[in-house]
């Protein structure tokens, strides 16, 4: 197999796995307490290989760093948005905003350029994500979606885009890729704790007590879909592996439908169709 097409594979596995980790996350009602069970478990079961990787060198502390803070305000947006809305509503709208993002972010901080019709694909994708929130009938004015929802999945976008530039640009510093998602695991667990005593203070753990199931759950698709999506863009652009990923918003929409007693439809399925047609622009 090919480096090109391990990447699409492993893209299309993310993307699977990220779907199944948002509809864990928004069936245990507490957003904020399932993020931070799922961040830190992911951490504790990661922990055990920051002895088998090499250590990150300087710059690559730096990467983690920036990372950090790209994915703390990711996590702001995130939970904020399924907090407002509906799974299906408002993953698309902060999972289909964000190729476009990455794409013109890779090319101008990563050099990384595609070619017209890989643009022409990947905008196809993105208008195809974005119309699974539209109303029955209305124009791409009449949003499905409560605004405050909407403003924070658009923040999230923003969040994905910034990390996604970030961490392609650190795994592909840090010689290993694995010691650069190790310890990003690793550090992301730890803040993320912090953030959750903060807010929660002494009910943290009695709160994460009563949802630690789907976070542990959560925690295990999270290890699939994030470390897998940072081995992809070590071997193609991130552009693509994006737009890969970003076909979550089909899956998120089947699972909120079938788990969550979501609507879905045939119009959000047509949509997904043309999500799949940008994804082949893209990638064949």
């Not at 760093?65 to 702001?76: D, E, K, M, N």
């Not at 992809?232 to 929409?253: C, K, Q, Y």
Request: a positive charge; charged letters at 10%.
């Amino acid at each position: 197999m090919t480096p090109t097409a391990l990447a699409i594979l492993l893209g299309l596995t993310s993307a699977v796995s990220l779907a199944a980790v948002n509809t864990v996350v928004k069936a245990g009602r507490d957003i904020l307490m399932a993020r931070v069970v799922l961040s830190v478990t992911s951490a504790l079961l990661i922990f055990p290989a920051v002895f088998f990787v090499p250590l990150p060198t300087g710059p690559v502390w730096i990467a983690l760093g920036l990372s950090l803070i790209a994915h703390g305000f990711y996590q702001f947006g995130l939970i904020n948005a399924l907090s407002r809305g509906d799974l299906s509503i408002v993953f698309p709208i902060m999972r289909g905003g964000a190729p476009i993002l990455v794409a013109i972010a890779a090319a101008t901080f990563l050099g990384e350029a595609l070619m017209p019709l890989e643009w022409a694909g990947l905008a196809v994708a993105t208008l195809g994500t974005l119309g699974f929130v539209l109303k029955p009938g209305k124009l791409a004015s009449g949003l499905d979606v409560p605004k405050s929802a909407l403003i924070f999945a658009a923040l999230t976008a923003v969040g994905i885009a910034l990390y996604s530039v970030l961490d392609a640009r650190g795994v592909r510093m840090a010689g290993s890729p694995f010691t650069y998602i190790v310890w990003l695991f690793v550090l992301d667990g730890v803040q993320l704790g912090i953030a959750g005593a903060i807010l929660r203070g002494p009910t943290l753990l009695i709160d994460a007590r009563r949802i630690w199931r789907y976070g542990v759950v959560a925690a295990l698709g999270s290890i699939l879909s994030f470390g897998v999506l940072l081995y992809a863009m070590d071997l193609t652009e991130v552009a693509r592996v994006s737009a890969l990923r970003e076909s979550a918003v089909v899956f998120g929409a089947l699972f909120g439908w079938v788990f969550l007693k979501e609507g879905f439809g045939v119009r959000r399925v047509a949509f997904a169709s043309v999500v799949v047609a940008g994804l082949a622009m893209m990638n064949l």
